[in-house]
């Protein structure tokens, strides 16, 4: 059974250009988490999607943002690049059989850096 | 202060020892808790899941889940220098969102 999938793995970006990331979650999954963790504030929640419905969101500003297809594929994208994006971006699928987030199975992570 | 909080370590224990790694919380609406490990450079991958009061045990792990103090562990029975990694604990909050503490970084010597 194929994991957790996402691409690009390494990017490089400028200050003010925007970045899609992309998530295909295990098959039969239909929730899909992303996350960013930095050195100083570890793991932190983005947002969460649910059959193409964000479900949860995260505190973080409206220039990062997410959908999910139909096919239970996610993306999310950063607008307006800042230094401090620069992080480790993870997604994670889950099977959400009972409702209950929480046995995550992440993906490698797509690292970017911010120029 | 983090819905979620653990101490950064690094705990150092010696190969064949028990690693006692603790956990507090602060949503009293959170329900279930899960561990995860991550090594350096990789992704975090599930180890334990706890839901109610009590112990759980799965091979060399046992975690620990106290509802009433808030509070979460997991202990590794005859720790291995293969066991040295960043120990992340999670809980499943009201709004059914998953936060992380900051993971605490554990180290077995051989």
């Known amino acids: 059974k194929a994991g957790v999938t996402q691409t690009p793995r390494y990017l490089i970006k400028t200050r003010g250009q925007q970045v899609t990331l992309s998530c295909s979650p295990i098959?039969?999954?239909?929730?899909v988490s992303w996350y960013q963790q930095t050195p100083g504030q570890g793991l932190q929640f983005l947002f969460e999607?649910?059959?193409?419905?964000?479900?949860n969101k995260g505190n973080f500003p409206g220039r990062f943002s997410g959908r999910q297809f139909s096919n239970s594929r996610s993306e999310m994208n950063v607008s307006t690049l800042e230094l401090g994006d620069s992080a480790l971006y993870l997604c994670?699928?889950?099977?959400?059989?009972?409702?209950?987030?929480?046995?995550?199975?992440f993906g490698e992570g797509s690292r970017l850096t911010v120029l | 202060q983090k819905e979620v909080e653990q101490n950064s370590g690094p705990l150092s224990v010696p190969e064949g020892a028990i690693a006692s790694l603790n956990c507090t919380y602060s949503?009293?609406?959170?329900?279930?808790f899960f561990w995860y490990r991550q090594y350096s450079g990789k992704s975090p991958e599930l180890i334990m899941s706890?839901?109610?009061?009590g112990d759980k045990e799965d091979g060399r792990f046992t975690a620990q889940l106290n509802k009433a103090s808030q509070y979460v562990s997991l202990l590794i029975r005859d720790s291995q220098p293969s066991d040295s990694a960043t120990y992340l604990c999670?809980?499943?909050?009201?709004?059914?969102?998953?936060?992380f503490g900051g993971g605490t970084r554990l180290m077995v010597k051989p």
């Open positions: 994670a699928s889950s099977l959400d059989s009972g409702g209950t987030i929480g046995e995550l199975f």
């Open positions: 999670a809980g499943n909050n009201a709004g059914n969102m998953l936060t």
């Open positions: 999607y649910f059959s193409e419905t964000q479900r």
């Open positions: 706890i839901y109610s009061n």
């Open positions: 098959s039969g999954h239909r929730s």
């Open positions: 949503d009293r609406g959170s329900q279930s």
